[in-house]
């Protein structure tokens, strides 16, 4: 499976197969509701490498989604439209786009002996915009 994520704002970021290793959406619900819930809330987790530019090629992106989720909330530019794709097969799995999205946690991690760093980032549509949520998937990735 491949993952392509495309984050529009001030500026766009792009990360690909490459970058992204593992991602996770979420319909987030009260768990203490005995009904369903008008509070509903839509969460992206993505888990991924930082890839570090080697012999002339550019450096991924992960460094732009490490400033995004420094913004903050008094900024119009907190928040971002968020299209993840996953393909399997030449087929497009899933495609889930936030129009309203904004970083919940950022984290990075580094070791001495991995060469690489890794991260995650969780992202959340903002909740008053769920309606405009687009889950679509099963057809021919173009």
């Known amino acids: 499976m491949g ?80 299209t993840l794709e996953m393909i399997a097969a030449d087929q497009m799995v899933r495609k889930i786009s936030m129009p309203n999205a904004f970083v919940v946690d950022y984290t990075e991690e580094f070791g001495d002996t991995e060469g690489v760093g890794s991260f995650e980032i969780v992202i959340k549509q903002k909740r008053d915009k769920n309606e405009f949520v687009k889950i679509e998937g099963g057809y021919a990735a173009g």
Request: with cysteine; hydrophobic share 35%.
């Open 3 to 82: 993952f392509r994520l495309k984050v529009e704002g001030a500026e766009t970021i792009e990360l690909g197969a490459d970058n992204i290793v593992n991602a996770v959406y979420k319909t987030d619900t009260p768990d203490d509701s005995n009904a369903r819930s008008t509070d509903v809330g839509s969460i992206l987790t993505l888990q991924g490498k930082i890839i570090t530019s080697t012999d002339g090629d550019k450096a991924d992106d992960t460094m732009k989604l490490a400033l995004w989720s420094l913004v903050s909330a008094e900024k119009a530019d907190c928040y971002r439209k968020v």
